[in-house]
């Protein structure tokens, strides 16, 4: 099992800026991807950043140039530096972890933390 507890959302306006957190605890895989996804009402969840081995790093289109996603390895943590924040950002955000180990799967979600950009 692999807990996750987020941390970083709340008002904001718009162009401001929100720091996200995600930390991770539990059975950890070495070789994983972490990320954030995000849902907006009436909306499917939808990517927002990952990063895996080697600080590979992956972004969603509605993104990409805005936010940044980094971790900490030895504290099991990743976050998502969000700028140029859009009323369109509004969405709860939630924490991924996946294990890229065939022989020890998981995937794991936090429960959420709520992003409200305001006009």
């Known amino acids: 099992q692999v807990h996750l507890v987020e941390s970083g959302g709340g008002l904001v306006q718009s162009g401001g800026s929100l720091r996200l957190s995600c930390a991770a605890s539990g059975d950890i895989i070495r070789f994983n991807i972490m990320g954030w996804y995000r849902q907006a009402p009436g909306k499917e969840r939808e990517l927002v950043a990952t990063?895996?081995?080697?600080?590979?790093?992956n972004y969603g289109d509605a993104v990409n140039g805005r936010f940044t996603i980094s971790r900490n390895a030895a504290r099991n943590t990743v976050y998502l530096q969000m700028n140029n924040l859009k009323v369109e950002d509004t969405a709860v955000y939630y924490c991924?972890?996946?294990?890229?180990?065939?022989?020890?799967?998981?995937?794991?979600w936090g429960q959420g933390t709520q992003v409200t950009v305001s006009a």
């Open positions: 990063i895996a081995a080697r600080d590979d790093t």
């Open positions: 991924n972890w996946r294990s890229l180990q065939p022989l020890a799967p998981g995937d794991y």
